[in-house]
């Protein structure tokens, strides 16, 4: 660990979609050069954690707070907090028909670091972090995730951390959709872009330990039913990959009031 | 509207003699066809109502002039021959000899009936009927403006011809007539501007027909940028022969209202078409969009794509027809409408129609209403972009889908080039 400056504080985050709780309770700190896995069964509110966190409409906080870098991340809005160096890499990226991605990746980068990245530096630049993630270069001609294979869709998500270079992010199972030998090189790119970041903020969320053996966690939290149950070091995940959430569900599954 | 409508003073004005006998015998026929045909009924469809324009308080426009307003325009287009016509009369033209020394004919059609009367007559109205509907017959009977182009067999011209009309005359009547024609193998695009300043009411009537003959390959690129209180009729037909390939772009940003037809007749096997609109409302704009893939022939295609984006209380009707003849057996139609409404006062409605009655072919069609996807303007702002950025960047991109269906560079870069140029002039007016 780097340093023990807190990157990202969340305290007792509640949070509905509509009148439906899906967050109960969250509370989770993440320091500065901290990875940390966060697992948990299908539904059980991850997602949303990271979606709220990025701050999507479409989620009403109820209470709670979070603070991040000494802000309340809270108040901003989502190209601010983009810009303040929060970061998700999307479990189902959406596709922007028209939208070039060349175009869009220098003007990403131009809004993160505000000033203007010349044609030739950004081509450098995108050809280095390409090269990384073994991408071919007829991929900025395309669409922005139009056509994209899920493999495609996930590179794509981690070429745009390693060109912003972010202070947290957030990666929502940035492993399903890729094979084998893509999860290897998309994780040593991970490890790359951490490697010359070391204050840089990781939240993994996944299903599987396969992706943690090429990136080791610091921590690893259990989300169940919209609050973390569970944490502990990169052994809970082993522990899970064993047992399945049987013992989870027996041990914290909350009496449902009909 | 009565049969014994008040006959407007501009129109019995502007139904002056030509030099031809025989198209001075069409308009007069054409006036009686007008006078005698009934408005056709409005669409059985609780559509927004149109804005009506006061006729009578119309002028006949005033002699023509190559302002530099006109120039400009002009100068911001790359093309092989020009021609510019004001108030429905010739300022400009541009012809150079090695276009010339090749057979090609760029005149105003009035021009073109004095020098090339029996080519002329030989092709006008059988793409469209100068009495096909009554707005047509008015349009025969009166037109002053509007121009003859003839490509000859085999001819090339890789250089767009461009073609610009505009109204400078306030509160008055603009009536053109256009004849394309484009031989056998020979391949031609052709850009129509149509642009005039400042608010003025006016009328526009423009009827285009094209005749594309066997293998050839036209292009068609219209900018609608009349005025914002123009009220505008326009009809293109193009009628394709064996093989021959028809693209037509309908870019339509101004006038109060529009009212527009685009109707391709596929004659004869393999011919192809790709219809391509692009809608972009503001303000109280009306529009319609009358489409017809007319498939008569085996082995034909057809493709359009017409996207709107509506601002502040701009409407858009959409009504669009595939017609499958029973012998046009094994053609391909596809026709989508996709509309994005960016205010809450907007509206669009969209009626696809198909009427196939050959059994072995393939036609698909859509249509969508809706305004942003909130998930696309979230992932782009969740990458830095701000709220305005983002929206502006998925309208950007939805027009870009059209436009790139063009399948020709300079086309699409000056196709672009003119509606950044149009937007930067729309900034001012903020979303509610
Ligand atoms: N926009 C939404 N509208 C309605 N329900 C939602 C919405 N977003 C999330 N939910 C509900 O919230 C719960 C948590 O969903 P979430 O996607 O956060 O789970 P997850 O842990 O990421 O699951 P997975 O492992 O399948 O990705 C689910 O019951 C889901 O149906
Ligand atoms: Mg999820």
Redesign the interface.
Same mark, same amino acid.
């Given at each position: 660990m780097q340093n023990n400056d807190a990157c990202l504080i969340i305290k007792d985050l509640h949070a509905n979609v509509g009148d439906k709780p899906i967050l109960k309770g969250v509370n989770l700190t993440i320091g500065a050069g901290e990875k940390h896995a966060l697992m948990g069964p299908n539904g059980s509110g991850k997602s949303t954690l990271s979606n709220v966190l990025? !701050?999507?409409? *479409?989620y009403t906080i109820t209470s709670g707070e979070v603070i991040f870098r000494g802000e309340n991340l809270l108040e901003l809005?989502?190209?601010e $907090?983009? $810009?303040k160096g929060l970061?998700?890499a999307?479990q189902y990226?959406?596709s922007?028909? !028209?939208?070039k991605v060349f175009q869009?990746l220098r *003007?990403?980068l131009q809004? $993160?670091r505000g000033t203007d990245v010349s044609v030739r530096d950004f081509r450098k630049l995108l050809k280095e972090k390409m090269g990384l993630l073994n991408m071919r270069e007829e991929f900025v001609k395309r669409?922005?995730n139009e056509g994209f294979s899920g493999g495609e869709k996930k590179r794509h998500e981690i070429l745009?951390m390693a060109l912003?270079e972010p202070a947290l992010a957030l990666l929502d199972e940035t492993d399903s959709g890729l094979d084998i030998d893509a999860l290897k090189t998309v994780c040593e790119s991970i490890n790359a872009v951490a490697a010359t970041n070391p204050d840089m903020g990781l939240l993994i969320i996944t299903h599987y330990q396969r992706m943690l053996n090429y990136i080791q966690p610091d921590f690893v939290h259990i989300l169940f039913e919209g609050r973390i149950v569970k944490s502990g070091g990169k052994e809970l995940a082993l522990e899970l990959e064993a047992n399945g959430y049987e013992l989870i569900e027996k041990q914290f599954r909350q009496p449902v009031s009909v | 509207m009565a049969k014994t409508e008040t006959l407007y003073r501009w129109q019995e004005a502007l139904h002056t003699p030509v030099s031809a006998a025989w198209m001075q015998t069409l308009r007069q026929n054409a006036w009686q066809a007008y006078q005698d045909m009934a408005d056709p009924l409005p669409p059985q469809r609780n559509l927004r109502k149109a804005p009506i324009l006061d006729r009578e308080g119309l002028q006949v426009p005033g002699a023509g002039s190559f302002s530099d307003a006109l120039k400009e325009r002009q100068q911001s287009w790359q093309f092989a021959a020009a021609l510019v016509q004001d108030n429905g009369a010739e300022v400009a033209l541009t012809l150079p000899q090695e276009v010339q020394a090749q057979g090609v004919i760029l005149t105003s059609l009035k021009t073109a009936l004095e020098q090339h009367s029996d080519l002329v007559q030989s092709h006008f109205g059988t793409a469209c009927a100068p009495t096909a509907t009554r707005a047509v017959a008015l349009n025969a009977a009166c037109w002053q403006g509007g121009l003859f182009l003839y490509v000859p067999k085999n001819i090339e011209l890789q250089l767009p011809v461009y073609f610009l009309q505009s109204l400078s005359t306030a509160q008055s009547a603009l009536l053109s007539r256009s004849l394309v024609v484009v031989e056998r193998g020979a391949k031609v695009s052709l850009v129509l501007d149509s642009w005039s300043d400042g608010d003025n009411g006016a009328y526009v009537s423009d009827v285009l027909e094209v005749i594309a003959g066997d293998g050839a390959q036209v292009q068609l690129v219209a900018l609608q940028a009349w005025s914002t209180q123009a009220h505008v009729e326009t009809v293109r037909q193009s009628k394709l022969g064996r093989d021959a390939h028809c693209t037509d772009l309908q870019v339509t940003t101004g006038a109060a209202y529009h009212h527009a037809s685009n109707l391709v007749d596929l004659m004869q096997n393999g011919a192809n078409t790709r219809l391509l609109g692009l809608t972009l409302g503001s303000r109280q704009a009306w529009y319609r969009q009358d489409t017809l893939q007319n498939h008569l022939c085996p082995h034909t295609q057809s493709k359009l794509v017409y996207h709107s984006v509506l601002r502040d209380q701009a409407y858009s009707f959409y009504n669009g027809m595939i017609y499958v003849d029973k012998v046009a057996q094994q053609t391909e139609s596809y026709q989508l409408s996709r509309n994005l409404l960016l205010s809450d006062a907007s509206r669009a409605d969209a009626i696809p129609n198909l009427e196939i009655f050959a059994d072995d072919v393939q036609s698909g069609h859509g249509a969508s209403i809706g305004g942003l &996807?909130? &998930?696309?303007r979230?992932?782009?702002?969740?990458?830095?972009? &701000?709220?305005r950025?983002?929206e502006d960047?998925?309208v950007?991109?939805?027009?870009?889908?059209v436009i790139?269906q063009l399948d020709n560079e300079v086309l699409i870069e000056q196709v672009k080039h003119h509606l950044a140029m149009y937007l930067l002039g729309q900034e001012p007016e903020e979303e509610a």
């Amino acid at each position: 660990m780097q340093n023990n400056d807190a990157c990202l504080i969340i305290k007792d985050l509640h949070a509905n979609v509509g009148d439906k709780p899906i967050l109960k309770g969250v509370n989770l700190t993440i320091g500065a050069g901290e990875k940390h896995a966060l697992m948990g069964p299908n539904g059980s509110g991850k997602s949303t954690l990271s979606n709220v966190l990025m !701050g999507h409409p *479409n989620y009403t906080i109820t209470s709670g707070e979070v603070i991040f870098r000494g802000e309340n991340l809270l108040e901003l809005a989502p190209d601010e $907090r983009a $810009r303040k160096g929060l970061f998700l890499a999307f479990q189902y990226p959406v596709s922007i028909p !028209g939208v070039k991605v060349f175009q869009f990746l220098r *003007n990403m980068l131009q809004s $993160r670091r505000g000033t203007d990245v010349s044609v030739r530096d950004f081509r450098k630049l995108l050809k280095e972090k390409m090269g990384l993630l073994n991408m071919r270069e007829e991929f900025v001609k395309r669409y922005l995730n139009e056509g994209f294979s899920g493999g495609e869709k996930k590179r794509h998500e981690i070429l745009q951390m390693a060109l912003l270079e972010p202070a947290l992010a957030l990666l929502d199972e940035t492993d399903s959709g890729l094979d084998i030998d893509a999860l290897k090189t998309v994780c040593e790119s991970i490890n790359a872009v951490a490697a010359t970041n070391p204050d840089m903020g990781l939240l993994i969320i996944t299903h599987y330990q396969r992706m943690l053996n090429y990136i080791q966690p610091d921590f690893v939290h259990i989300l169940f039913e919209g609050r973390i149950v569970k944490s502990g070091g990169k052994e809970l995940a082993l522990e899970l990959e064993a047992n399945g959430y049987e013992l989870i569900e027996k041990q914290f599954r909350q009496p449902v009031s009909v | 509207m009565a049969k014994t409508e008040t006959l407007y003073r501009w129109q019995e004005a502007l139904h002056t003699p030509v030099s031809a006998a025989w198209m001075q015998t069409l308009r007069q026929n054409a006036w009686q066809a007008y006078q005698d045909m009934a408005d056709p009924l409005p669409p059985q469809r609780n559509l927004r109502k149109a804005p009506i324009l006061d006729r009578e308080g119309l002028q006949v426009p005033g002699a023509g002039s190559f302002s530099d307003a006109l120039k400009e325009r002009q100068q911001s287009w790359q093309f092989a021959a020009a021609l510019v016509q004001d108030n429905g009369a010739e300022v400009a033209l541009t012809l150079p000899q090695e276009v010339q020394a090749q057979g090609v004919i760029l005149t105003s059609l009035k021009t073109a009936l004095e020098q090339h009367s029996d080519l002329v007559q030989s092709h006008f109205g059988t793409a469209c009927a100068p009495t096909a509907t009554r707005a047509v017959a008015l349009n025969a009977a009166c037109w002053q403006g509007g121009l003859f182009l003839y490509v000859p067999k085999n001819i090339e011209l890789q250089l767009p011809v461009y073609f610009l009309q505009s109204l400078s005359t306030a509160q008055s009547a603009l009536l053109s007539r256009s004849l394309v024609v484009v031989e056998r193998g020979a391949k031609v695009s052709l850009v129509l501007d149509s642009w005039s300043d400042g608010d003025n009411g006016a009328y526009v009537s423009d009827v285009l027909e094209v005749i594309a003959g066997d293998g050839a390959q036209v292009q068609l690129v219209a900018l609608q940028a009349w005025s914002t209180q123009a009220h505008v009729e326009t009809v293109r037909q193009s009628k394709l022969g064996r093989d021959a390939h028809c693209t037509d772009l309908q870019v339509t940003t101004g006038a109060a209202y529009h009212h527009a037809s685009n109707l391709v007749d596929l004659m004869q096997n393999g011919a192809n078409t790709r219809l391509l609109g692009l809608t972009l409302g503001s303000r109280q704009a009306w529009y319609r969009q009358d489409t017809l893939q007319n498939h008569l022939c085996p082995h034909t295609q057809s493709k359009l794509v017409y996207h709107s984006v509506l601002r502040d209380q701009a409407y858009s009707f959409y009504n669009g027809m595939i017609y499958v003849d029973k012998v046009a057996q094994q053609t391909e139609s596809y026709q989508l409408s996709r509309n994005l409404l960016l205010s809450d006062a907007s509206r669009a409605d969209a009626i696809p129609n198909l009427e196939i009655f050959a059994d072995d072919v393939q036609s698909g069609h859509g249509a969508s209403i809706g305004g942003l &996807d909130p &998930d696309q303007r979230f992932y782009l702002m969740s990458r830095g972009f &701000d709220r305005r950025t983002a929206e502006d960047l998925i309208v950007e991109g939805f027009m870009e889908e059209v436009i790139l269906q063009l399948d020709n560079e300079v086309l699409i870069e000056q196709v672009k080039h003119h509606l950044a140029m149009y937007l930067l002039g729309q900034e001012p007016e903020e979303e509610a």
